[in-house]
């Protein structure tokens, strides 16, 4: 489902009237979102590759599903009105894959492994695709979401944005470590 979504998300972006293809195609791969939704799928389409049977691995993919959702509720949705398949692909995207993936990361992902040191290296992506959104943003005009937008928000109020951002995977990435290993006790104690 996750790769169906992703890929009508692209059919959809480099159709619309008046995208060159080239151009609407980085912009695709210029969504967090996206990028996100396409680790889910590798993590669900790949589960034998040992890289993504790793619980931190698994539990670092939730916590940016997670944020995408929630940014996408609370911040997002009411900016526009998708129809059609865009809604369909918007609501695959952004409702459920994020929930399917919870489910799965519950039922599926063992727990108790992880080490609390590993939410700081968790933000190494986040940091990455806004270093990376900001000089594509610099050069083309184009910033993926509004509250990057350093034409329309100036660096103070972006830079403010950014740091509310990583504090909040940061304290998402946390939290779920902490879900992690109190459920790997809980787990332990039930086999014991």
């Known amino acids: 489902m996750a ?4 890929l009508l998300q692209y059919y959809l972006t480099v159709t619309k009237p008046g995208a060159p293809f080239i151009e609407a195609t980085v912009r695709y791969f210029s969504f967090f979102t996206i990028l996100t939704n ?3 799928a590798l993590a669900l389409t790949l589960p034998w590759r040992a890289f993504f049977t790793r619980p931190s691995v ?17 911040l997002l949705a009411k900016l526009w ?3 059609g398949w865009q809604l369909l692909a918007d609501t695959i995207d952004h409702v459920v894959t994020p929930a399917l993936y919870v489910i799965d990361w519950v039922l599926f992902v063992p727990k108790g492994t992880i080490r609390w040191k590993s939410a700081f290296a968790w933000l190494l992506y986040p940091l990455i695709y806004a270093v990376y959104s900001l000089i594509h943003g610099a050069a083309t005009g184009f910033y993926p979401y509004p509250f990057i937008n350093v034409g ?6 972006m830079f403010l944005n950014m740091g509310v951002l990583v504090l909040v995977f940061l304290g998402l990435g946390l939290a779920l470590i902490g879900i992690d290993r109190r459920m790997g006790r809980h787990n332990n104690a039930a086999k014991a």
Do not use: C, M, S
């Open 3 to 6: 790769w169906f979504a992703i």
């Open 38 to 40: 396409i680790l889910v």
């Open 58 to 74: 698994r539990t670092v993919i939730l916590t940016y599903i997670i944020i995408v959702a929630v940014i996408y509720h609370y």
């Open 81 to 83: 009105n998708p129809q």
């Open 152 to 157: 329309e928000l100036g660096y103070d109020k």
